[in-house]
């Protein structure tokens, strides 16, 4: 029997948690295994989750990976990655001060308004500081909020880590965290360090003693303990990488290593990103900025409302009766969508589409609570083909609108996500943006950046260069078709200049809205 050497990798996801080993030399997925996130919402604007609850249920998905393993595998290391922001709070045992308190938690809301309404009094914003559009799931005003309203609970509170840092300190038994998830504090980013400033800023100046060690992810953090090795199945020993922040491990696990490279996940959201050798900050105030391995600065802007919930509503909303099909196996929504690209044409006769589905409006590469989704163009003969490729392009303007606002030339893009399985829609991208599009035969992205870090911390690859060429395994690249960039430049013109114009509507709606929608037109 031909001896396999796999690398495992862990993300510890918001809904869900994803193991998967994988054979080092291939990047071939050997054994993989899933379960739901436990988590509870004690009221509308929290999300919290039970630490040692989450996990064991971690520890249970790495204990069906290893038993499912050949016979003779070594196991060389672990990597994990997860969510970032939000509190896993420690006392000086290490023991969770209360349930973690995740990122979509919203509790905060309100400290964070009071702290940015006086951003304009101190000479360098949050922004410009932390590279960060601040959330209320953040550290920071989470902390803040605990130290106003919780008290008894902050004053218990030692040490601060992210979702993978707890994971990793029940595997290992150390308690560390790296530089992706420091930036989601987040911190000085240029300098890449803690920032005193802005835990003065949120009236907590003690917290900053509260941040553990930060280690390089691609280096051995410890051993898998004896009792993470009864409940995982790992040997006890078995190197454990420090890992990094689920943002910064999906771009690894895709590939997009280098500059010129960029990735975009057509999941329910958009999200845009890419890593260079300097900190890119623009555009102002919109979108993440986190610290990458070897020294590196991803950039990040996501359309939260852009992405396969608008194929999903117009597929429920104006083809219903081909929603039953599809629910009772007669086709499947991949054949819907490639007949529906084969029955009309680029620039879908100037049907065109604003994907700000979301309640929160656009979130890329503009801010604007009030945006919401649009069709303009449509006629007497618009059919629901017609609505299907509107949404494929309307998403493709909008991935182009991010891109175009980052002052940083893309040669390629790799796709990721429920969405870039559908070849009619990557090819579509392709042709709006002029560029191609590549989509790695990637299975766990999150997961596989997470192993590749964990390769790296037992020499199994010399840089992550190395590593993306010996895991990430080639898919399928789609090149723009240049006979169609034209009209993709005219729809792209008029989806812009038709931005102002809806920005009043959205406005005069908002407005009519919170006045109960009764005041009587003019």
Same mark, same amino acid.
């Given at each position: 029997m ?9 993300d510890?996801?918001t ?10 030399a ?19 604007d929290?999300h ?12 249970g998905t ?8 050949p ?6 290391s ?10 896993w ?32 009094d ?5 922004y410009?500081?932390?590279g960060?559009?601040?959330i ?18 902050y ?14 300190l029940r595997?290992?038994g ?9 930036s989601f ?13 802005l ?6 100046p ?7 060690p930060?280690?390089? %992810?691609?280096t051995? /953090? $410890?051993?898998?303990? #004896? ?6 199945g *790992?040997?006890? !020993? =078995? ?7 689920d ?5 690894l %696990?895709?590939?997009? /290593? $280098?500059?010129?490279? #960029? ?5 329910t959201? *958009?999200m845009? !990103? =890419?890593?260079s ?50 629910a ?11 007949a ?6 680029p620039?879908?006769?100037g049907?065109l589409?604003?994907p700000?589905?979301n309640?929160?409006?656009?979130t ?8 919401r989704?649009?069709?303009v163009?449509f ?7 017609q ?13 182009r ?5 980052m ?19 990557c ?5 709006v943006?002029?560029k ?5 035969d990637?299975e ?20 992550l260069?190395?590593a ?26 008029t989806?812009r ?26």
């Amino acid at each position: 029997m031909t001896a396999l050497d796999v690398l495992i990798g862990v993300d510890k996801g918001t809904s869900s948690i994803k193991t998967i080993a994988v054979d080092a030399a291939t990047g071939r997925t050997v054994a993989q295994a899933g379960c739901v996130t436990p988590s509870s919402r004690p009221a509308a604007d929290r999300h919290e989750e039970d630490c040692e609850a989450t996990w064991l249920a971690t520890a249970g998905t790495i204990a069906r990976v290893t038993a499912a393993l050949p016979a003779g595998t070594t196991v060389l290391s672990v990597g994990v990655t997860g969510h970032m922001g939000g509190v896993w709070a420690l006392d000086d045992r290490a023991q969770p001060v209360g349930p973690a308190i995740c990122w979509p938690d919203a509790r905060a809301a309100g400290i964070l308004e009071r702290v940015r309404a006086q951003d304009g009094d101190h000479a360098r914003s949050l922004y410009d500081i932390g590279g960060n559009a601040m959330i209320s799931g953040m550290p920071y005003p989470l902390l803040a909020w605990l130290k106003e309203h919780d008290p008894a609970r902050y004053a218990r509170i030692r040490h601060v880590v992210m979702a993978k840092d707890f994971i990793n300190l029940r595997l290992t038994g150390v308690l560390a965290t790296d530089e992706s998830d420091l930036s989601f504090w987040p911190c000085d980013l240029r300098n890449r360090t803690v920032s005193p400033e802005l835990f003065a800023r949120f009236g907590i100046p003690e917290a900053q003693a509260f941040v553990p060690p930060v280690r390089d %992810g691609r280096t051995r /953090l $410890g051993g898998v303990t #004896a009792a993470a090795a009864a409940l995982t199945g *790992l040997p006890v !020993g =078995t190197p454990v990488a420090g890992g990094c922040g689920d943002a910064a491990a999906n771009m690894l %696990g895709v590939g997009a /290593l $280098g500059d010129g490279q #960029a990735t975009t996940t057509l999941g329910t959201s *958009l999200m845009n !990103g =890419t890593s260079s050798a300097t900190a890119v900050l623009d555009p102002a105030d919109v979108g993440f900025s986190f610290l990458m391995p070897e020294g590196r600065w991803q950039r990040q802007i996501t359309n939260s409302g852009g992405g396969t919930l608008c194929l999903d509503w117009v597929m429920s909303t104006f083809c219903a009766a081909t929603g039953d099909q599809i629910a009772r196996g007669g086709t499947t929504l991949g054949a819907v969508v490639d007949a529906a690209m084969d029955a009309t044409v680029p620039g879908n006769d100037g049907l065109l589409f604003h994907p700000y589905l979301n309640t929160a409006g656009a979130t890329a590469p503009f801010v604007d609570g009030n945006a919401r989704g649009s069709f303009v163009g449509f006629g007497p003969d618009t059919t629901a083909d017609q609505l299907i490729r509107a949404v494929l392009e309307g998403t493709a303007l909008a991935v182009r609108d991010c891109y175009e606002a980052m002052p940083v030339a893309i040669d390629e893009i790799r796709l990721t996500g429920g969405g870039a399985r559908s070849a009619p829609w990557c090819q579509t991208i392709a042709d709006v943006l002029q560029k191609p599009m590549t989509v790695p035969d990637v299975e766990e992205s999150g997961a596989l950046g997470a192993a590749m870090l964990g390769g790296l911390a037992v020499g199994a690859f010399h840089d992550l260069d190395h590593a993306g060429k010996a895991l990430v395994r080639p898919g399928s690249v789609f090149h723009p078709r240049p006979e169609h960039a034209a009209v993709h430049d005219h729809a792209f013109a008029t989806y812009r200049a038709l931005l102002g114009p809806l920005a009043a509507v959205w406005a005069a709606s908002a407005d009519h809205a919170a006045q109960g929608g009764t005041e009587e037109p003019s």
